[in-house]
T-cell receptor, first 117, second 110 residues
Framework: EPEVTQTPSHQVTQMGQEVILRCVPI?????FYWYRQILGQKVEFLVS????????KSEIFDDQFSVERPDGSNFTLKIRSTKLEDSAMYFC???????????????FGEGSRLTVL | RKEVEQDPGPFNVPEGATVAFNCTYS??????FFWYRQDCRKEPKLLMS???SGNEDGRFTAQLNRASQYISLLIRDSKLSDSATYLC???????????FGKGTMLLVSP
């Protein structure tokens, strides 16, 4: 069964360092997303990407964050200068259709746990 | 405002019990509705979409009440493996994103 894959599964970094989280979405999917979940809290939307550009972003997704789809398969999230409060599980997701549709199911990767010290 | 509210629980039920969760959402410009399931420290996985007329998938029944802006999930004949957090998820017209509730934790005991 096709799946979304994410690397690394866990990254520990020092405050102020740059971090790149990588994702390989399901190959025929058109919509790509990053969500995050701070321990014990809800899943929060960061950014959606469609047709090679950001379609939406949340207030969390400030200038410290960027996304790229450098080739036909990878989708990356970069955090330029990490802060303690960036510690969270970061989930990549993809979908064939827009989630406005009842069939617009998002498939999530297993997540990348980021710990900022 | 795009908000989704759920009772966090936990709901503690014995095997075989029937349990129901409700979820309310803030904005009538909602578009699509879903229940996702999340196991501890794992990714969310789709349990079922929620259709206007209500829908059933085995032991699971989902209902939507647009007038009152709530969604429900009923689980019949609970199994130990149903223990998880159930996430109510809503999409909004004109937005290609999903908004998640905090989730309701279910613990099914032998």
């Amino acid at each position: 069964e096709p799946e979304v894959t994410q690397t690394p599964s866990h990254q520990v970094t020092q405050m102020g360092q740059e971090v790149i989280l990588r994702c390989v979405p399901i190959s025929n999917h058109l919509y790509f997303y990053w969500y995050r979940q701070i321990l014990g809290q809800k899943v929060e939307f960061l950014v959606s990407f469609y047709n090679n550009e950001i379609s939406e972003k949340s207030e969390i997704f400030d200038d410290q964050f960027s996304v790229e789809r450098p080739d036909g398969s990878n989708f990356t999230l970069k955090i330029r200068s990490t802060k303690l409060e960036d510690s969270a599980m970061y989930f990549c997701a993809s979908s064939v259709l827009s989630p406005e549709l009842p069939t617009g199911e998002l498939f999530f990767g297993e997540g990348s746990r980021l710990t900022v010290l | 405002r795009k908000e989704v509210e759920q009772d966090p629980g936990p709901f503690n039920v014995p095997e075989g019990a029937t349990v129901a969760f409700n979820c309310t959402y803030s904005n009538s410009a909602s578009q699509s509705f879903f229940w996702y399931r999340q196991d501890c420290r794992k990714e969310p996985k789709l349990l079922m979409s929620v259709y206007s007329s209500g829908n059933e998938d085995g032991r699971f029944t989902a209902q939507l009440n647009r007038a009152s802006q709530y969604i429900s999930l009923l689980i019949r004949d609970s199994k130990l493996s149903d223990s998880a957090t159930y996430l109510c998820v809503v999409s909004w017209k004109g937005y290609s994103t999903l908004t998640f509730g905090k989730g309701t934790m279910l613990l099914v005991s032998p």
